[in-house]
């Protein structure tokens, strides 16, 4: 795997294109979404919410940086 694929260098990645979009990323440690992200607005302090019916309100990191990616 090379070392721009590797999750550590994603999530670093995701953070900077989200950074440019105005949202941050939160990494959920606790719960049934550990693990996950939440792409936050700001402004509001909310999460984006994801397409995701068994996660509403977290992305798993290719989620995240296809959300990101899109708008």
Known sequence: ???KD???S???RLRRA???KGL?????ERGPDRGR???IDPEFGTPRPSS?????NSFSLEEAE??????
């Open 24 to 28: 941050a990323v939160r990494r959920l």
């Open 52 to 56: 995701s019916r068994t996660h509403p």
């Open 37 to 39: 992200y939440q792409l």
């Open 1 to 3: 795997m090379a070392q």
């Open 18 to 20: 989200a950074a440019r």
């Open 66 to 71: 296809g959300y990101v990616g899109e708008g």
């Open 6 to 8: 590797m999750p550590a």
């Open 10 to 12: 994603r999530e670093r």
